[in-house]
């Protein structure tokens, strides 16, 4: 009887090691045509956020949010939600996604351990919410490729965002 026992918890030892380690398999493998939800933000000592976008779905629509420096010589702090983009300029960001493989990169990407927290440490994160429900948030940074490409967004939208009446301006300017 005790010999049977240690086997059992032999083997399943073993089966969580493994799964732990390598996974189940059983993920589901999404594309870009399933995401409903993308953001990234990097803190760093300021108290905005050095940058912070979301691209979101809503219905058959796309809004973009962004706080972030724009402007040529990134003279101006910008600070908008929500603000509706062409379907032409979601999809181009979509495409820098799916070239880049940022899905299969956020996936296989492992946080760091940390012994210490630091709260004052600059903080990055990005994420992607999925058509299911399901959804994947990391510290690490979104490609270059893509934030170029929101940079790009936030530059073109900003002043009839800031303008509109539907968006908050209670952000400072610089």
Not at 28 to 35: G, Q, R, S
Not at 99 to 108: A, H, K
Request: include cysteine; glycine fraction near 6%; proline fraction near 4%.
């Amino acid at each position: 009887m005790k010999h049977t026992v240690c086997k059992v918890v032999a083997i399943v030892s073993v089966l969580s090691l493994l799964l732990g380690l390598f996974g189940c398999g059983g993920n589901k493998k999404y594309t870009v045509d399933d995401i409903v939800l993308v953001h990234t933000v990097y803190y760093g000592m300021e108290s905005n956020p050095v940058y912070s976008f979301a691209m979101r779905k809503e219905e058959d629509n796309w809004v973009f949010s962004a706080k972030c420096l724009v402007g040529s010589n990134k003279e101006h702090y910008a600070s908008f939600a929500s603000f509706p983009i062409t379907d032409e300029d979601a999809q181009g960001f979509l495409q820098v996604i799916r070239e880049d493989g940022e899905i299969e990169r956020l996936f296989r990407h492992r946080n760091p351990i940390r012994i210490f927290h630091i709260p004052d440490a600059p903080a990055r994160s990005f994420g992607m919410t999925f058509s299911d429900g399901n959804s994947v948030e990391k510290e690490t940074r979104l490609g270059d490729r893509g934030l170029d490409y929101l940079y790009a967004l936030a530059d073109r939208y900003y002043e009839e965002a800031e303008s509109s009446e539907d968006t908050p301006t209670d952000t400072p300017t610089n």
